[in-house]
């Protein structure tokens, strides 16, 4: 399985930017997934997820601010996310919950104040 982060990129402060992660060696239709992130000198850790039913659930830190979806016929994972905060600059990475494929490259967000 590979899983291909795309989308980040540098923005200001207020802003939003969609990132995405599409997998190819297998369906993710069957796993609860989730978007983690890595800031230099942190723990990744896991700020969005979704079930495979749709339901989904944040960290506190991004909570009415981020969006997780899935698009199951495209295999793909989504996070909108809006508002921006410097401290939410990071790479940012798609895994199944139990982090269960290996990492893909992540897509880097660095947000300017």
């Known amino acids: 399985v590979q899983l291909q982060a795309s989308g980040g990129g540098l923005v200001q402060a207020g802003g939003s930017l969609r990132v995405s992660c599409a997998a190819s060696?297998?369906?993710?239709?069957?796993?609860?997934m989730g978007w983690f992130r890595q800031a230099p000198g942190k723990q990744r850790e896991l700020v969005a997820r979704?079930?495979?039913?749709?339901?989904?659930g944040y960290a506190n830190s991004v909570r009415g601010r981020f969006t997780i979806s899935r698009d199951n016929a495209k295999n793909t994972v989504y996070l909108q996310m809006n508002s921006l905060k410097p401290e939410d600059t990071a790479v940012y990475y798609c895994?199944?919950?139990?982090?269960?494929?290996?990492w893909g490259q992540g897509t880097q967000v660095t947000v300017s104040s």
């Open positions: 060696g297998s369906t993710l239709s069957g796993a609860a």
């Open positions: 895994n199944t919950v139990i982090r269960s494929f290996p």
């Open positions: 979704v079930s495979i039913t749709g339901v989904t």
